[in-house]
């Protein structure tokens, strides 16, 4: 079992910043791919971006050149850098992570980000 918690999200204007941060425990192994991805109201959820353990990210792109996406091994946790938000950038943030051994995605409850314009 793997339990993921997100945290970071927000209000914010719009070309502000949020750092968004997820805490993964439980079995890990080193194949796991961890991501983001979000759901605005009305829409499905779409991929933001996602990295391997070597540290190899992809992102949408709609976010590309504006957001970053990291990945601390040792503390099993990933982040999601988010720079030059914009209103259509407002939806709820999701952490997931690929279990390569389990074949199952695991993913985390949720965080808010919205912003104004």
């Known amino acids: 079992q793997v339990q993921l918690v997100e945290s970071g999200g927000g209000l914010v204007q719009a070309g502000g910043s949020l750092r968004l941060s997820c805490a993964a425990s439980?079995?890990?192994?080193?194949?796991?791919?961890m991501g983001w991805y979000r759901q605005a109201p009305g829409k499905q959820r779409e991929l933001v971006a996602v990295?391997?353990?070597?540290?190899?990210?992809n992102y949408a792109d709609s976010v590309k050149g504006r957001f970053t996406i990291s990945r601390d091994n040792a503390k099993n946790t990933v982040y999601l850098h988010m720079n030059g938000l914009k209103p259509e950038d407002t939806a709820v943030y999701y952490c997931?992570?690929?279990?390569?051994?389990?074949?199952?995605?695991?993913w985390g409850s949720g965080t808010q980000v919205t912003v104004s314009s």
């Open positions: 997931n992570l690929k279990h390569m051994l389990e074949s199952r995605d695991y």
């Open positions: 990295i391997t353990y070597g540290g190899s990210g």
């Open positions: 439980g079995s890990i192994f080193s194949l796991d791919v």
